[in-house]
């Protein structure tokens, strides 16, 4: 069974970088045609996609984010991860991460709490 698994720092302050990592089982993130994604959801919002990571290391992101957001992956720790620069309070949210295929994602993690204040 695959598992995903976000970690964070819960808190971040305006204008700081936001890390993400996604860890990854029963699975890897180099393995088939999937792509692994970053998704969010703002309070009293719906989803967000945010970008994802190919498993040939293709990234593509939401035009609204591209500006701000950098996957990377690290094939030895099977995780790949999201950083966002430049941090506002409108990025408070909950951030998931999946995999997704042609049919849409199959797998999700339960998701990390990040709020942005000072």
């Known amino acids: 069974q695959v598992q995903l698994l976000e970690s964070g720092p819960g808190l971040v302050k305006p204008s700081q970088t936001l890390p993400l990592t996604c860890s990854v089982s029963g699975a890897s993130i180099t393995a088939g045609s999937w792509l692994w994604t970053w998704i969010r959801q703002p309070p009293g919002k719906g989803l967000e996609w945010i970008g994802y990571i190919g498993y040939n290391g293709r990234t593509y992101y939401n035009a609204s984010l591209t500006s701000r957001s950098s996957t990377t992956r690290d094939t030895t720790k099977n995780h790949f991860t999201l950083q966002l620069s430049s941090v506002t309070p409108e990025d408070t949210a909950i951030y998931y991460c999946?995999?997704?295929?042609?049919?849409?994602?199959?797998?999700g993690g339960q998701g990390t709490q990040v709020t942005v204040s000072s």
């Open positions: 999946a995999r997704d295929g042609d049919f849409g994602p199959d797998y």
